[in-house]
Nanobody, 115 residues
Framework: QVQLVESGGGLVQAGESLRLSCTTS????????MGWYRQGPEQKRDLVAM???????NYADSVKDRFTISRDNAANTVYLEMNSLKREDTGVYFC?????????WGQGAQVTVSS
C-alpha cells in the first residue's frame, strides 16, 4: 500500500518560515521524482517545486530564492523549506510522487500566511 504523509503545515505571519515534510512508504523512493504542489482557494493545483531522482530541482518563479526542496533517500522523505512566506503562499500543499509510470498524492497540508 502506497502512502504519502505530509506534515508541518500551520498558521504563520508573513515573513516567517515553515518546513513541510512528506514521508512515503510502499514505493521505490529513489526511482521517483518528488514534487510539492499548492492549491489555493478556488484555484487549480500548481507545481511549487520538484526534485528528481538524481537531485536536480525545478521551482515555480513565485518561490525561487525563498523555497528549497530536498530529499532524504534513506528516510524516504521529501522536504520543502519555505522562507519569507507571503500571503499568496496560502493554500493546501500536496506531496506528489511520480515514477514507474505511476503517480501518487498525499492528503495535503494546510499552510496559512497572515499579514
Amino acid at each position: 500500500q502506497v502512502q504519502l504523509v505530509e506534515s508541518g503545515g500551520g498558521l504563520v505571519q508573513a515573513g516567517e518560515s515553515l518546513r513541510l515534510s512528506c514521508t512515503t512508504s510502499g514505493i521505490r523512493f529513489t526511482s521517483y521524482a518528488m514534487g510539492w504542489y499548492r492549491q489555493g482557494p478556488e484555484q487549480k493545483r500548481d507545481l511549487v517545486a520538484m526534485i528528481f531522482s538524481g537531485g536536480g530541482t525545478n521551482y515555480a518563479d513565485s518561490v525561487k530564492d525563498r523555497f528549497t526542496i530536498s530529499r532524504d533517500n534513506a528516510a524516504n522523505t521529501v522536504y520543502l523549506e519555505m522562507n519569507s512566506l507571503k500571503r499568496e503562499d496560502t493554500g493546501v500543499y500536496f506531496c506528489n510522487a511520480d515514477g514507474d509510470n505511476r503517480g501518487y498524492w498525499g492528503q495535503g497540508a494546510q499552510v496559512t500566511v497572515s499579514s
